[in-house]
């Protein structure tokens, strides 16, 4: 049995796991291989690690982590967890493990917008985070997706940025008299149309076209996604959840479910970036391993 399981893989999981390895634990952790930044060529803002790929951020992580005998790595899929008194039984696509603590990890679902070929710039030259990406947009002629709760605000961000900007809704009507007049005045231009489909080769967005006919030139685009945790493998244990959606964790990270934990953007409930995902998997690595290491100590 292990002492932990940790769900999921990323800077989160795994920056839990070193500190579960340096704590002597005996630690699993189990990804799916399927990170949700897969989809980028590389990575910026984490000191010592900026503008690395995702996947060799991956492999220095492991590395890591690897350096330490009680700690294992499995690629596989959680489809349920169980606890029985104290136990819990995590089951995958292929294997079943019990550990004293799980740890959830496992990032955030995330849906695209419903836009034709917008998984093919995705990554590449559409974002949605512009701490991540604005940087390397900067000054070009970028799209920007408003929704409904962050119109300006987001506008306002993606201004820093570059000033040649369009805003698009996508057919919404989200533009209110004040908010047009506002995109006048600092030289944006907005078009409220369905896009009806992203065009552009080798990643590189070139053009938008909208369904009342009108073609814009683009070389980027800032977009919304949707995110949740409603992991399937949640289901049985079925923790407590915010108003919002999002996990109801105490101050030291621990669900309604004693003994599950939750870090990273499973934690948040949304995105943030890597170095708050190691951060905080860090932090709560910590938190689990007193509540171990109080029951350990009873028994000596
Ligand atoms: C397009 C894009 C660009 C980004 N750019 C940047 C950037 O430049 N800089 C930056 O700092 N951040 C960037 N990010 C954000 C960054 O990727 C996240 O903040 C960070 O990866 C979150 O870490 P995490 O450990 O919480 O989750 P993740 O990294 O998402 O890791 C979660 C892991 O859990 C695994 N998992 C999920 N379900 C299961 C399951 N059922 N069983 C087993 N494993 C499971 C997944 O396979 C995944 O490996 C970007 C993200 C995207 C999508």
Redesign the pocket.
Known sequence: MYDVIV????????SAALNFGRGLKETLV????????K??E?????LTQDDIS?HEFRENARKDVLKYDTVALTQ????DIEKDGEIFTVT?ESDEFKSRQVLL????R?ETPDIENFDAF??TSA???P???GYELKGKRLAVMADEDSTSNLVMLIANWSRDLIICTDGKSLLNDEDKAMLKEKGFDYNESPISRMKGRDGKLEALEFEDGTTETVEGMFAR?NWDTD???LETLDPDREDGGGLRTNPLSETSVQGLFA????KTSV????????A??ADVAKSMMIGLMKEEFKKL
Request: charged letters at 15%.
């Open positions: 769900i999921g893989g990323g800077p989160a999981g795994m189990i990804d799916a291989g399927e990170p949700r930044n989809v980028e590389v990575s910026n803002g984490f995702p596989d899929r959680v489809t995958t990890a496992a990032g955030l995330e995705y990554g974002f949605y985070c701490w991540c990406d996604m992991f399937d493998f870090a990273g953007e499973t995105a943030s970036q890597q170095i708050n995902a190691a905080s998997g």
